[in-house]
């Protein structure tokens, strides 16, 4: 398991996942995208506009996932599951990048290889912890 940087809100043992190449460029290609937008078409938080409604935000996320550091495994896993329905709504519904918020969030988080990643760092977690517990009761 991979540790990250310590998050004041985030226990030690928080599994972290490296964002692999395909979600640095997602991310990356989806600020270029955002920047050439007019506002009211931006996806995607700002830091003010997140920390105002005391969330993360999604700008911030994708810089840092565009840069390869570490994410916590279990903040993205829940962004994209919660994402999940209306990104495949979008898809289905053949909106174009640009008229989608929805589309552009998911791209700002990395995109599916972001969450890939994420599950399988949170599988590696859960699959130690079920050895341990195997191992523990063995020992008993």
Not at 5 to 34: D, F, G, N, Y
Not at 57 to 69: C, D, L, P, Q, Y
């Amino acid at each position: 398991m991979k540790k990250g940087p310590v998050r004041p809100h985030r226990a030690h043992t928080t599994p972290w996942a490296a964002p692999p190449k395909a979600a640095q460029k997602i991310a990356e290609q989806a600020l270029r995208q955002r920047q050439k937008l007019a506002p009211s078409k931006r996806g995607g938080l700002s830091r003010a506009a997140a920390q105002a409604q005391g969330i993360t935000s999604g700008v911030e996320r994708a810089k840092s996932i565009a840069r390869g550091e570490l994410q916590p495994a279990q903040d993205i896993r829940d962004f994209f599951n919660r994402f999940k329905g209306t990104y495949q709504d979008a898809l289905l519904k053949g909106k174009a990048w640009e008229d989608s918020k929805v589309q552009q969030s998911w791209d700002l988080w990395g995109g599916t290889p972001m969450w890939d990643a994420a599950k399988k760092a949170l599988e590696d977690k859960d699959a130690k912890s079920d050895l341990r517990s195997i191992m523990s009761k063995a020992m008993k």
